[in-house]
């Protein structure tokens, strides 16, 4: 079965980056996109990007005005997305999610906290 | 951006009761408009993409209706597993944007 095992809560600094991982398992990794989604608390879902983790082309959204980069490492089937420039609005779940197109998305990791705090 | 916005922000509903949310863009999207379940701490949920169709192992239960800027999700017969909050998502124009939810709580 398809199953997304992302990588655990991180607490950073402003200014900061941070790496969060994404790691798929249970089809081929290289034939499906990997969209990445976060949700800051009380807040709605927000798309941030995805990855074609067949040949590695990206787009990102333009809100995060170039802070996040996505990429990926077929050999261990594992998604990445770096945030650099950490600012508190940045506190949120961030989760991965599969996508069988560069616009769909079906199966969804259980997400990561990732919190801003001086 | 693409603006979504859903209606009722709330309701409070009934197990067997049929319930109707709407979503609404603010230019017209075609069908390329998806929704999500989410309960609360848990990741969302896949239901339905293109409008109307159903993701796999997703019960027959839920549908989806509509094109261009209206759009509706039905849930036929509510079950306890259905309280949750419910988004939908435009997929039409970068940068793909979510409505801000519909909570269904039991009453």
């Known amino acids: 079965q398809v199953q997304l095992v992302q990588s655990g809560a991180e607490v950073k600094k402003p200014g900061a980056s941070v790496k969060v991982s994404c790691k798929a398992s249970?089809?081929?990794?290289?034939?499906?996109?990997i969209h990445w989604v976060r949700q800051a608390p009380g807040q709605r879902l927000e798309w941030m990007g995805w990855?074609?983790?067949?040949?590695?082309?990206?787009r990102s959204s333009p809100t995060f005005q170039g802070r996040v980069t996505i990429t990926r490492d077929t050999s261990a089937t594992t998604a990445y997305m770096y945030l650099s420039s950490l600012r508190s609005e940045d506190t949120a779940v961030y989760y991965c999610?599969?996508?069988?197109?560069?616009?769909?998305?079906?199966?969804w990791g259980p997400g990561t906290l990732v919190t801003v705090s001086s | 951006d693409i603006q979504m916005t859903q209606s009722p922000s709330s309701l409070s509903a009934s197990v067997g009761d049929r319930v109707t949310i709407t979503c609404r863009a603010s230019?017209?999207?075609?069908?390329?408009l998806a929704w999500f379940q989410q309960k609360p701490g848990k990741a969302p949920k896949s239901l339905i993409y293109?409008?109307?169709s159903l993701q796999s192992g997703v019960p027959s239960k839920f549908s989806g209706s509509g094109s261009g800027t209206d759009f509706t999700l039905t849930i036929s017969s509510l079950q306890p597993e259905d309280f949750a909050t419910y988004y939908c998502?435009?997929?039409?124009?970068?940068?793909?944007?979510f409505g801000p939810g519909t909570k269904v709580d039991i009453k």
């Open positions: 230019q017209d999207i075609s069908n390329y």
């Open positions: 998502q435009q997929y039409n124009t970068y940068p793909f944007t």
């Open positions: 990855i074609n983790a067949g040949n590695g082309d990206t």
């Open positions: 293109a409008a109307s």
């Open positions: 249970g089809y081929t990794f290289t034939r499906y996109f």
């Open positions: 999610s599969r996508g069988p197109t560069l616009t769909t998305l079906d199966s």
